[in-house]
């Protein structure tokens, strides 16, 4: 490929709505255009990147023996009406009517057609077990597209689906795809990629994992002990306090707290630290009954263990005059009947707490949740916090780190197959459900994490396995006739050998190739110039600017074979092996 034929362009100046390096540097170097918000057009450069992530994706899901279909992307309600998620699940799930009326969905994941697909000839317990596998266009209406390919509406995704006669072989299974992802994340330049418990969301299942990239760009926050190694999604990972004991039989005291009606508000005034105060947060449910939930005040609501807990989508309540709840001053203690009430186990064992009293500036003091709620049950829906308990090792060794996720994995166990009425016959005759995993990952989002960690202040630093092109063939001053005989003759040369070579003989400054050639970050860059070409030699780099020296002309190819296969076997280092 010449870079003159190549479309799309290259600029200096950064998007002024690009809040992320990778996102600027892939608009700024050609490699996508916003189409939509959240949807993007692919240029050569990206293609060929996500070519490459999909090949060893693929390589990957063949050694576990998975076998690639295809299913489609319009799929009928109906499949996911059998399910129960196309009621369950939000406005992310783009439903729409055909000609004829028919419901139907734009596929934003696809465990209802793998079922559907397999159902009919997994009927015994010999073809068990099995796994199937795409790389597919999904779509998911997000609300907050945002930094570039990192989190859009429009995408690639591989995702697979193993099908097993047992909990205990989906649990080998399970782990064998768990190194598998390892394997990707490590060949495709992020060795860093650490697999982290998680929350199973709107996929279902007892157990899961994310695999995040940690990088202050991410959008995801994770939770890592510095004592024992433990690491969790802060929406998974359980959230452990110590209370300090109250003052005995503090009686509950009714006070005027005017102007109180934030937590900080709250505590200014009265003096008290915000961990004596019991917090509110008020939802709705579809059907917009009111959920309030109760939380120690130095802490968060996590949304989506409370959404785990009711079994139903929640959204922020608009508390009306008529709703019996009053806004900023919320307790426990005299809420009206109609509302459903959830205590954190934080303020489990806790005495002596600032609470509201349901009363328009008004709080109550002394609140006792085990005097004053007698019948309460708590359960654990706040997010863990920096400085927090492990939940494994109970020491105070909890750090949050920022991270983007850039797979995951599910326990599915019989939530599909089940729900659709899929049954083999077992060895004995009888009819069971098989259990299911699912296994994704993003191919647009892993190559944006790439460049997200990979990129100096000139553009990306590509990694050999995912780089566009191998090596990149510049000739300065293409209208000499020494350089532009050994340039076009070294490109023939490269192609021959089969070594991905991007050629810019473009009559430009030096400058300017060279910042185009940053922006395409290959790994290799091989220079051809006047003096180069009447000293009979080659000048070679590297694009981490860690190496620059001069080869024989005639040594040409040989050399930036030898350069490209020492970065693959810095590379491979990194690769664990695979789970047999």
């Known amino acids: 490929m010449k870079v003159d ?43 060929r990147i996500s ?16 076998q690639e279909i295809l299913m489609p992307v319009v799929l009928p309600g109906s499949l996911w009406q059998e399910s129960g998620r196309y009621d369950s699940v939000g406005s992310e799930l783009l439903r729409f009517c055909d000609r004829s009326r028919a ?47 990192i989190r859009v509406r429009e995408f690639t995704m591989k995702d697979a689906y193993s099908f097993h006669t047992s909990q205990e072989d989906l649990e080998r299974y399970y782990a064998r795809c768990l190194r598998a992802y390892e394997r990707i994340f490590a060949r495709a330049g992020l060795p860093e990629v650490v697999a982290v418990a998680s929350d199973s969301g709107m996929m279902g299942g007892s157990i899961s994992h994310e695999f995040m990239l940690l990088t202050p760009a991410g959008e995801d926050t994770v939770a890592v002990c510095r004592e024992c190694g433990y690491r969790a999604n802060v929406e998974a990972a359980a959230c452990i306090v110590r209370n300090e004991p109250g003052q005995e039989d503090e009686p509950l005291t009714a006070i005027p707290t005017p102007h109180s009606s934030t937590i900080e508000e709250l505590c200014t005034f009265l003096h008290v630290p915000v961990e004596k105060t019991c917090k509110a947060v008020v939802y709705q449910k579809p059907d917009d009954g009111y959920v309030i939930a109760f939380v120690r005040g130095d802490l968060e ?36 009947e109609h509302v ?79 729900a659709m009425g899929m049954q083999y016959t077992d060895e004995n005759g009888n009819l069971q459900t098989p259990v299911m995993g ?12 790439v460049c997200e960690v990979r990129h100096d202040e000139l553009g990306p630093v590509w990694p050999v396995s995912v780089a566009p092109w ?46 185009d050639a940053d922006l395409f970050g290959c790994p290799v860059r091989i220079v051809v110039s006047p003096k180069t070409a009447a000293a009979g030699q080659i000048e070679l ?17 040989a050399a930036v074979r030898e350069l490209l296969a020492g970065l693959a076997g810095d590379l491979e280092k990194h690769v664990p092996s695979r789970l047999e």
């Not at 070519?51 to 998975?66: F, S, T, V, Y």
């Not at 796994?131 to 907050?144: G, S, V």
């Not at 996590?302 to 919320?330: D, N, R, W």
């Not at 699912?438 to 989002?445: A, D, E, F, S, T």
């Open 340 to 418: 459903t009430v959830v205590l954190d186990r934080s303020v489990r064992g806790a005495a002596g707490l600032v609470t509201g009293a349901n009363r328009i500036e008004t709080h109550y003091i002394g609140f006792d949740p085990a005097r004053d709620c007698p019948n309460a049950e708590y359960h654990d829906i706040a997010k863990i916090k920096d400085g927090g308990i492990c939940p494994c090792c109970k020491k105070a060794g909890i750090s949050l780190s920022r991270g983007i996720e850039v797979g995951n994995i599910f326990q599915l166990g019989t939530k599909y197959s089940k």
């Open 103 to 149: 419901q139907m969905v734009l596929a934003m994941t696809h465990e209802e057609a793998a079922v559907q697909l397999v159902r009919d000839s997994a009927k015994t317990y010999t073809r068990y077990p099995f796994m199937i596998y795409q790389i597919q266009t999904k779509f998911r209406d997000e609300a907050r597209p945002r930094a570039g390919m």
């Open 51 to 66: 070519q490459k992530i999909e090949r060893i994706i693929r390589e990957e899901m063949d050694a576990l023996d998975g």
């Open 438 to 449: 699912c296994y994704g990952i993003g191919v647009g989002r892993l190559a944006a994490s």
């Open 5 to 47: 034929n190549l479309i799309g362009e290259r600029f200096k100046e950064r998007p002024s709505d690009c809040t992320i390096e990778s996102h600027a540097l892939m608009v700024r170097g050609g490699y996508i255009k916003q189409v939509a918000n959240g949807i993007y057009s692919q240029l050569p450069p990206m293609k």
């Open 301 to 336: 609501i996590s949304e989506s263990k409370l959404t785990a807990l009711l079994g139903c989508e929640l959204h922020p309540a608009e508390i009306t005059p008529e709703s019996g709840i009053v806004a900023g001053y919320i307790g426990p203690v005299g809420l009206p």
């Open 541 to 557: 780099s590297t694009r981490d600017k860690t190496l620059k020296t001069n080869a024989p002309r005639e040594n040409a190819v």
């Open 470 to 515: 191998q090596a990149e063939l510049c000739c300065l001053r293409a209208d000499d006739p020494a350089a532009r005989e050994s340039a076009d003759a070294l490109y023939r040369e490269l192609q021959n050998a089969g070594i991905d070579v991007l050629f810019d003989d473009r009559p430009v400054r030096a400058g300017v190739m060279f910042s």
